[in-house]
């Protein structure tokens, strides 16, 4: 629940700031998808991804959720928990299908009502399973596609939608909030067009995560505002780098990560070494709306939904999880953001397959550094990197694997110039001399110009 972090010093400023003016219009920029129709279903897995749990939200209009998947919060606070949820928010929530339902047309309804004594109910869903977690070296996604309530200015005062999970042993005791972690995919406050991301974890106030705020950030929902059409939100939580990662996108545009070395090592263990559980909800008034001018008030009106069409759990990889001086495997696809140590590069958001981010802004003597890659016995000879260029004609460079020094002499490079723009991705394979064992890999950028020559996505290692 905070505004956006601080951000990075970045070269290519006209680029950059043509994103950012883009951005805070809220138009669509690379990688954003207009609106599909309100009754799409959870998307079919992209490969190497399992499906782990759905719900598509299908059924009869004016019907309950199914209660095998979901259970019902309600009341003003958890039994013996914090009042009013711990948040201040002023409402009751129920079971009741006036509050919760599914609409018939393949969406969830939770609608905020006021009563004629002043008082309002919402609603408030949580998943039975409380075991959602990325497998050890691996993945998982969690995504819904979502309608705000679609109501804005003074009518909007004090509408809190939320899409978000809680740390396993909160449930049942209720009291251990922030340390368990909490991680907010989607929350939304006063019909803004913005969604904010948020971890929260450590102790209350202050602490790590600066709560009650939380390691948080902010953006336009692309193309269409948040409450006049469905956008999907997704978290990315990634075991799978050598620092621990979890990243937050709307319509498949990432712009906030939260890394576990933005902590201590114990705050991030206690805040990500369970499962969770996932929590649908519409609060009204509390202290988020508070910081954007509160409400309720007599002004806001009830009766405005938010939509829900699907969310989806999909889980990815496995294997050993790399401790954090890295035992990479040198045959897996390893992410250029997920360096140890680097000189002028950056992390951005990609429009590539996947999503995420890429090291952008690379230039002459720039280099990334990879610790722990494990080539194995057998070696390796191909090294494989997925990049795009914008650079203009004339401007190249070489994109470099050097072993255990910056400066030791490459084991095999590649050249690369303009792709036809900075998001314009090609995988470009080389050769390198054999490698085996184990290595802390750099990458380095070598150019005879000083502009930016080259962004890079991914990269891995063949035999």
């Given at each position: ?35 599909a ?18 719900d ?14 979901w ?56 998943t ?11 993945r ?77 950030g ?56 369970h ?39 999909l ?135 000083p ?13």
């Open positions: 629940m905070s505004a956006p972090s601080g951000t990075l010093n970045r070269r290519r400023p006209l680029r950059r700031a043509l994103v950012a003016a883009l951005g805070a219009l809220g138009l669509a920029v690379a990688g954003a998808t207009l609106a129709p309100a009754d799409a279903s959870a998307p079919t897995p992209p490969s190497g991804w399992t499906q782990v749990f759905a598509d939200f299908n059924g009869a209009a004016g019907s309950g959720v199914n209660t095998a998947d259970q019902y919060a309600t009341g003003t606070s958890y039994p013996g928990g914090a009042a009013n949820w711990g948040t201040g928010e002023v409402e009751t929530m129920t079971s009741s299908t006036n509050n919760v339902s599914l609409d018939g047309n393949g969406n969830l309804r939770i609608t905020p009502l006021r009563d004629s004594a002043g008082k309002w109910t919402s609603g408030r869903i949580e039975n399973r409380t075991d959602f977690q990325p497998p050890s070296g691996g998982l996604s969690v995504e819904a596609r979502i309608q705000m309530p679609n109501v804005t200015g003074a009518a909007a005062k004090g509408y809190w939608p939320a899409f978000w999970m809680l740390g396993a042993p909160f449930r049942g005791n209720y009291w251990n909030w922030p340390g368990v972690g909490e991680l907010d995919i989607m929350e939304n406050v006063q019909g803004l067009n913005t969604v904010w991301s948020t971890m929260h974890c450590g102790t209350n106030p202050g602490g790590p995560c600066n709560e009650t705020t939380g390691i948080g902010s953006t336009a929902c692309p193309g269409a505002t948040c409450q006049s059409a469905f956008h999907t939100y997704r978290m990315e939580w990634d075991r799978s780098t050598a620092v621990e990662q979890i990243r937050f996108y709307v319509d498949g545009v990432g712009f906030h990560t939260v890394r576990a070395d933005q902590m201590d090592a114990a705050t991030w263990s206690n805040a990500t070494n499962g969770f559980f996932i929590i649908l909800n519409v609060a009204m008034g509390g202290g988020f709306p508070g910081a954007f001018g509160g409400g309720p008030d007599s002004g806001t009106v009830p009766g405005h939904p938010m939509l829900v069409d699907y969310v989806q759990v889980s990815a990889g496995g294997g050993t999880t790399p401790p954090p001086t890295g035992n990479r495997d040198a045959y897996g696809t390893i992410q250029a953001e997920s360096y140890d140590a680097q000189s002028g590069v950056l992390a951005e958001t990609t429009s590539d397959t996947g999503g995420g981010q890429n090291l952008g802004a690379l230039a002459n003597g720039d280099w990334a550094q990879y610790k722990g890659v494990n080539f194995g016995s057998t070696a390796a000879t191909q090294f494989t990197a997925r990049v795009a260029s914008g650079a203009a004609a004339g401007v190249s460079g070489l994109v470099e694997v050097r072993l255990d020094s910056r400066t030791a002499t490459p084991v095999g490079s590649f050249a690369v110039g303009g792709t036809g723009g900075w998001q314009s991705w090609r995988t470009i394979p080389a050769n390198i001399s054999g490698v085996t064992g184990t290595h802390d890999v750099y990458l380095t950028f070598t150019s005879g110009q502009a930016d020559f080259v962004n890079v996505n991914w990269f891995s290692f063949g035999r």
